[in-house]
Nanobody, 116 residues
Framework: QVQLVESGGGLVQPGGSLRLSCAASGFTFRWYAMTWYRQAPGKERELVATISTAGVNIAYADSVKGRFTISRDDTKNTAYLQMNCLKPEDTAVYYC?????????WGRGTQVTVSS
């Protein structure tokens, strides 16, 4: 079965850090680009960061540049999102996505809440 399972979300104070993980199974992980999206209450889903196969190319949304780092470990079939200097506006459900030329898979999300 194809699975993408996000974890690592939670409640953190402004300025704090979290590390999200996306564990993949049921497909050849190294052949897929990985992307993190987020969706805040009342807002559309937005792209946060993406990483290509083998980690050759990486891109970030302007709102998270310098604060977030996307990475992948193909030996563990896992993608990561390190989030530093968190702001209340980062509060959202964070989703991971695996994309090939012909198919895309989505996880179910993990909640990140930034609040004092």
């Amino acid at each position: 079965q194809v699975q993408l399972v996000e974890s690592g979300g939670g409640l953190v104070q402004p300025g704090g850090s979290l590390r999200l993980s996306c564990a993949a199974s049921g497909f050849t992980f190294r052949w897929y680009a990985m992307t993190w999206y987020r969706q805040a209450p009342g807002k559309e889903r937005e792209l946060v960061a993406t990483i290509s196969t083998a980690g050759v190319n990486i891109a970030y949304a302007d709102s998270v540049k310098g604060r977030f780092t996307i990475s992948r470990d193909d030996t563990k079939n896992t993608a990561y999102l390190q989030m530093n200097c968190l702001k209340p506006e980062d509060t959202a459900v964070y989703y991971c996505d695996a994309q090939s030329a012909s198919v895309a898979y989505w996880g179910r999300g993990t909640q990140v809440t930034v609040s004092s």
